[in-house]
């Protein structure tokens, strides 16, 4: 079927867009448009003509897919379809349903007359893909809706309904029926009354203090943008539509467009979009692989861990059995979870009576047996081999046949903890973060005997709890973990030879990252990190000690909630604290080890950590534990505060050159105090970097 159809309905043309999944207004389609007008314009019959869309959208936008190569600049761009509309002599109404984004909702206003079911969503998101409207978005919403909502929606990118704009120019009329029928008979109704063509373009804009308020928007905007141009380029576009001809005001609006699409960030935030959407793709698991009911689910452990993950299946109204050892662990469990909703009804976040509904799902308990009819368990017991035997074994033999047994391990063999049951098909690693009901991440561990349904299951049930799901093979600490792993040996690497806590934390908190290293191993436990180092080292007997950190751990220094760790705390405050304790302690090994310190550039800093996540990535994507780059950079973003901007580790170290990424490496490697064998270039990005490939 081609983009679009035409058909006559009476006095009145009606071109309906055909671009599934939410006619991304790509080439064709653009194309499509500007021939249907113009047939309309060319038969004296048509008086009036309706561009609508599909149910799911009437358009989400540009095709973003086009962005960067020439299809997205062949003729008619989008610009020149809605100039087009301008110079038309007939009445062109756009029939709004589903979505209305971007492009989308600017090809509506570049239309004369608007009518849409009041719950379609709209947005102009641009600035979430690191751009601004370019198709007159920024001029043409401030004459419809006020220069403050226009400049509100146009930063934030957020979506609303379209019910919101009621009684403004933005829709003439809200349809309560069937779209089309509602539309043709609104042309009607124009054609009847001798409206002709009504163009946005020609309505005042105005603001009663117009400087005095771009200035105090422009000084929050800047505030919050940080490291995003796109923002404040919103701003002096939505100001260009109150200070500057309409013309005028489309040429700052394209200017800005021009200059935001060819930045670093820009092509991260659009690879973070469909990376975000690729995550769920399965290549040997087809999309209409049959999946499992999942109406209730059991949680072994109301620890950290158990509590977290309990609350995702309440909130997604799915009843939980929480189990413990001790009625007293159970409390604390359940009291955590109470205290949880308690503090979003305090925030204004949810109402009372909600709270009260999520919390009549828990039901804890000390039975195994009330676990036999759950159709989802998942483990959240401690992290030791002996446990999750005991719990796989017992759980083998009380669930119901067909329930998908889920361990929440983070270092552990999935592999052999499914072999603890006689139904290793049915077992599964679901992984969360720290705080789980909080974090967005899950990586979905596939066993070597995990079925493709269970796994299907699993992907769609993440979906439901609004995680966003990466697959990961089974190896030490999976893709996440075993990366960070690397990055902060890296850190601690570079105390022993100079640096100190706040200048590894503040350098790579400069390049972008939510936290450094060690402000990060302090909020998780140092203790965490201590117990995976104490078993490597049993496992590797002649690995380097990592002596500052387990120094500080000797000393019960397990960061936050031990009041020290890299840093000290202040009860009550989380801010890191600088420490001459730890200074002393640094100074110590130092001397122990017999290095004299160096002065170490933020720029080495940067490097080793990113590019130790780099390398490790590699090697991580050549055996197959993550399926493709794009995973791992989804996993760095939503996981671990990689900056959004980057794009993510590969995506980052694509950007770079991954020639370039092969050379910092080799030198890197020159250091003997470095892991000379891990520092080995990655066979794949060696090999990608010899043909001047990418990973993405
Ligand atoms: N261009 C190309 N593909 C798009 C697209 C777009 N604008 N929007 C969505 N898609 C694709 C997705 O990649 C996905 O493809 P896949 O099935 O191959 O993975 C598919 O459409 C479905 O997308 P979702 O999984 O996101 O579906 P949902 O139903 O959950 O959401 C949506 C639909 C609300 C439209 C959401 O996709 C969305 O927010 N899209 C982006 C909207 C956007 O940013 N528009 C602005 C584009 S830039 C622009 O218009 C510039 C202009 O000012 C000149
Ligand atoms: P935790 O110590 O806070 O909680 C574990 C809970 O399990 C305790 O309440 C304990 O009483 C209970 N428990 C132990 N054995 C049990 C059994 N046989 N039956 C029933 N309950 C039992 O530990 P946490 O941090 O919640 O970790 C749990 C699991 O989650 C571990 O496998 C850990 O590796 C993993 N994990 C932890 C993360 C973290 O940041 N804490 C992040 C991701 C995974």
Same mark, same amino acid.
């Given at each position: 079927m081609s983009s679009t159809q035409y058909e006559l309905h009476g006095r009145v043309a009606v071109i309906s867009m055909h671009?599934?999944?939410? !006619?991304? *207004?790509?080439y064709e389609l653009r194309r499509g448009i500007v021939d249907g007008v113009k047939k309309a314009e060319a038969?004296?019959?048509?008086k009036a003509v309706v561009i609508i869309g599909s149910e799911q959208a009437f358009s989400g936008g540009?095709? /973003?897919?086009?962005?960067? +190569?020439?299809k997205m600049m062949a003729e008619p761009t989008l610009p020149t379809v809605i100039n087009f509309l301008d110079t038309t002599t007939k009445p062109v109404v756009a029939a709004i349903g589903g979505v209305a984004m971007g492009g989308g909702l600017e090809l509506a206003m570049g239309c004369h007359y608007r009518i849409a079911k009041a719950d379609t969503k709209v947005a102009l998101p641009e600035v979430k893909l690191g751009?601004?409207?370019?198709?007159g978005g920024t001029q043409r919403l401030p004459r419809l809706i006020g220069v403050e909502h226009a400049l509100n929606l146009i930063v934030s990118g957020a979506t609303v309904p379209a019910?919101?704009?009621?009684?403004?120019?933005?829709?003439d009329e809200f349809s309560q029926g069937e779209l089309l029928q509602d539309a043709l008979a609104f042309a009607e109704k124009l054609i009847d009354e001798g409206k002709g063509i009504r163009r946005v373009r020609d309505m005042k804009v105005s603001h009663p203090k117009a400087e005095a308020f771009f200035m105090w928007a422009g000084n929050g905007i800047q505030q919050m943008a940080? !490291?995003?141009?796109?923002p404040m380029k919103c701003l002096e576009a939505v100001k260009a539509s109150v200070f500057k001809k309409f013309d005028d005001g489309i040429k700052v609006e394209r200017d800005a467009f021009a200059q935001l699409i060819q930045t670093e960030e820009s092509k991260s935030l659009r690879h973070a979009f469909f990376a975000e959407r690729a +995550?769920?793709? /399965?290549?040997?698991?087809?999309?209409d692989t049959p999946t499992r009911d999942i109406k209730s689910v059991g949680v072994i452990g109301a620890g950290t861990m158990g509590s977290g993950i309990a609350i995702n299946f309440l909130n997604a109204g799915i009843p939980v059995r929480i189990l413990e050892m001790k009625q007293e662990a159970l409390d604390r469990g359940v009291k955590h979870i109470q205290g949880v909703y308690e503090g979003r009804v305090k925030k204004g976040k949810m109402t009372a009576e909600d709270a009260e509904k999520k919390v009549a799902l828990l039901q804890p308990t *000390?039975? #195994?047996?009330?676990?036999?009819?759950?159709?989802l368990v998942i483990e959240a017991v401690f992290e030791d081999m002996g446990v999750k035997q005991q719990v796989f074994e017992k759980l083998d033999q009380i669930c119901k046949h067909g329930a998908i047994l889920a361990s929440n391990t983070s270092t552990l063999d999935l592999n052999k903890i499914a072999s603890f049951?006689?139904?290793?098909?049915?077992v599964i690693g679901l992984h969360f973060f720290s705080p789980a009901n909080v974090m967005k991440l899950l990586e979905v561990v596939r066993g070597e005997k995990t079925s493709k349904e269970v796994l299907a299951t699993s992907m769609k049930l993440a979906k439901k709890i609004k995680k966003t799901a990466v697959i990961s093979g089974v190896?030490?600490?999976?893709i996440g973990n075993r990366m960070v792993g690397r990055y902060q040996t890296e850190a601690l690497l570079m105390l022993e030879e100079g640096a100190t806590p706040q200048q590894i934390d503040k350098a790579i908190e400069k390049f972008?990252?939510?936290?450094?290293p060690l402000r990060m191993a302090d909020l998780a436990g140092g203790d965490i990190g201590w117990a995976i180092r104490k078993r490597h080292y049993e496992e590797k007997p002649d690995m380097k000690r990592m002596v500052i950190a387990d120094r500080l751990c000797e000393m019960g220094r397990f960061g936050q909630k031990t009041g020290a760790g890299f840093y000290k705390y202040i009860p009550g405050n989380r801010k890191p604290q600088h420490d001459p304790e730890v200074d002393k302690v640094i100074e110590e090994c130092r001397k122990e080890m017999g290095i004299t310190p160096r002065k170490i550039s933020d720029q080495e800093i940067v490097e080793r950590c990113v590019y130790a996540l780099v390398n490790e990535g590699a090697r991580i994507l050549e055996e197959g534990i993550?399926?493709?780059?794009s995973d791992i950079d989804i996993v760095y973003l939503t996981g #671990?505060?990689?900056p959004v901007f980057r794009g993510g580790p590969m995506f980052y170290a694509d950007q770079v050159g991954l020639l370039n990424v092969v050379r910092a490496i080799e030198k890197i490697r020159e250091?003997? !105090?470095?892991d000379s064998k891990f520092w080995e270039p990655a066979p794949l990005l060696a090999k990608l970097a010899d043909e001047g490939k990418t990973f993405n």
């Open positions: 671009n599934p999944p939410v !006619n991304g *207004l790509g038969d004296d019959n048509v540009a095709d /973003i897919r086009e962005f960067g +190569t020439p751009i601004l409207p370019g198709a019910a919101m704009f009621k009684g403004s120019p933005l829709f940080k !490291n995003y141009p796109a +995550t769920s793709k /399965i290549p040997d698991v087809p999309e *000390l039975s #195994y047996d009330d676990l036999s009819d759950v159709d049951t006689k139904r290793p098909e049915d190896c030490d600490g999976f972008g990252f939510v936290m450094g993550a399926q493709r780059a #671990y505060g990689f250091n003997p !105090n470095t």
